[in-house]
């Protein structure tokens, strides 16, 4: 997982954005430092500097000399594992709806929501790294198996495949 990841902030064909924390409307900001995000097929990746969950290096990257802590990865687009075809890219992906249980929040703005989690956690910007891909499901099983196979915690807004807490 940490050398996929590596190799994708590396590559010179993936791109980023940031979105920071501001008082204007957070959809309305994220669609515009979004503008340039191709609505093709990929996997998007979102940092930040704070260290959300303690003890996990794992989740530790460098970019551009700072230190950044994976916070969050998600596919748009490909071909899902039982062949159905999922046309939204990433940039429809990105500017999405977000549910979270654990919050209460059903089909809540992206924008609004991130712009929830950085007020809450005290980040002041994410950094969105993206790459676009035919099978983005293939980089996210690849993602999610190495963190169940080492039983190292997910990003801290991942939380798919149900699996319980990390003893």
């Not at 993936?14 to 990929?42: A, C, M, W, Y």
């Not at 996997?43 to 700072?66: A, M, W």
């Not at 999610?144 to 149900?162: A, V």
């Amino acid at each position: 997982m940490m050398q996929l990841i590596h190799e994708i902030l590396m590559d010179n064909s993936h791109d980023f954005f940031e979105f920071k924390l501001s008082d204007i409307d957070p959809t309305l900001n994220l669609r515009q430092v979004s503008i340039n995000v191709p609505d093709l097929s990929g996997l998007y990746l979102v940092f930040c500097t704070n260290e959300i969950k303690p003890d996990c290096s794992h989740l530790r990257f460098q970019i551009k000399g700072v230190d950044y802590f994976l916070i969050y990865f998600g596919k748009a687009g490909g071909t899902t594992n039982n062949g159905r075809v999922l046309k939204q890219g990433l940039k429809g992906r990105i500017n999405n709806v977000v549910s979270d249980s654990h919050r209460n929040i059903k089909d809540l703005k992206r924008g609004e929501y991130w712009d929830l989690i950085m007020r809450e956690k005290g980040i002041d910007h994410f950094y969105i790294s993206y790459v676009q891909h035919n099978s983005p499901q293939i980089l996210e099983d690849m993602i999610y198996s190495f963190l169940d196979i080492n039983n190292l915690t997910y990003p801290y807004l991942n939380k798919k495949r149900g699996r319980g807490k990390l003893s």
